[in-house]
């Protein structure tokens, strides 16, 4: 907590002021989670945005993200023009943007004393939990990014280039992840420098992006989400799949008759909707499968789910 307080601190996100008569009071809460792999929790101050109204506490909230396929297509241009690809992340990103509406919150619980009996904090800066930070956020990083020199692309917001003729830098964004493609050192260690002296950044020496991980080989780049699939596997209970050449084989529904045995329809659907995410990602070969039985989400038997459980993406693949 002391960390998130400091942090909060230094991004002046607020000043205590008098408690304002007749004024909608935003309130605020601790989040606590834990990453896999860690041995101690991560505080975080959020407000209760869910209670604002848009177009009375604020106008606008819809911030972009890079669109899978642009992120595919520069992957595409980094494997065949040999492009060093590094990956970042802000810490603490929505922080750094700058709100427009007057937005006064109510410290969280137990914290009252610290900020005075009859005092609240007004805010300077975005928060998390605030319908339009991700937004403001956005409008940040785009403007900084501007002004080192980078072009927004036209088919994609969160997609921008810089080229001076001879060298060219790619860099694209999925809310406070940075992915940066360049074929020059030089160049792009120069931005690099630039994002660090306006933002707190780490760089991933993992590559992962969008749940994918990212592996430069000689002939190429790979993607893949084998930690994806082994989360499917524990999660329906498929960990006993038996590999098959082909996803599916023609005529293999109809070995096995109709029962009228229903399953969950809910954890059906949840299922085929994750391995649509999949074969839109990294698994193209899945999905006309994935798609044939989709076709029975509104009354999914047993023998459906036998045909999932065939999937060779389910066995070979994840290890």
Not at 18 to 33: F, G, H, M, Q
Not at 128 to 133: A, N
Request: some cysteine; hydrophobic content about 35%; charged content about 30%.
């Amino acid at each position: 907590m002391k960390n998130e307080l400091d942090s909060l601190n230094k991004h002046k996100v607020w000043e205590i002021v008098d408690r304002p008569a007749k004024t909608k009071l935003v309130k605020s809460k601790w989040l606590y989670s834990c990453d896999d792999g860690e041995t101690k929790y991560k505080a975080r101050l959020v407000a209760a945005g869910f209670n604002q109204i848009k177009n009375k506490d604020y106008l606008e909230s819809y911030s972009p993200v890079v669109n899978i396929e642009s992120f595919r297509l520069l992957i595409a241009l980094a494997s065949k023009l040999n492009l060093m690809v590094r990956f970042f992340d802000v810490k603490t990103a929505y922080l750094y943007g700058d709100i427009e509406e007057t937005v006064y919150m109510l410290p969280p619980l137990g914290f009252e004393r610290l900020v005075g009996g009859e005092k609240v904090c007004k805010l300077k800066r975005s928060i998390y939990g605030l319908p339009q930070s991700g937004r403001n956020w956005y409008m940040k990083i785009k403007s900084e990014l501007e002004k080192f020199g980078l072009t927004q692309l036209a088919f994609d917001s969160c997609v921008f280039i810089k080229s001076d003729g001879q060298n060219m830098l790619l860099l694209c964004m999925y809310e406070d992840d940075l992915a940066i493609f360049c074929d020059n050192d030089e160049m792009c260690q120069d931005i690099v420098n630039n994002i660090k002296s306006v933002f707190e950044v780490h760089e991933n020496k993992t590559s992962k992006f969008l749940g994918m991980e990212i592996v430069k080989h000689k002939n190429g780049i790979s993607l893949s989400q084998s930690e994806y699939i082994e989360s499917l596997l524990v999660k329906y209970n498929l960990n006993e799949c038996k590999s098959v050449k082909t996803p599916i084989v023609k005529g293999e529904d109809k070995s096995y008759p109709p029962t009228n045995e229903l399953i969950d329809i809910t954890m059906y659907q949840e299922l085929i909707g994750e391995l649509l995410y999949l074969a839109n990602r990294t698994r193209p070969d899945v999905s006309f499968v994935t798609c044939y039985l989709s076709q029975f989400n509104h009354k999914p038997e047993k023998r459906h789910y036998i045909l999932v459980k065939s999937f060779k993406v389910f066995d070979g693949y994840k290890r």
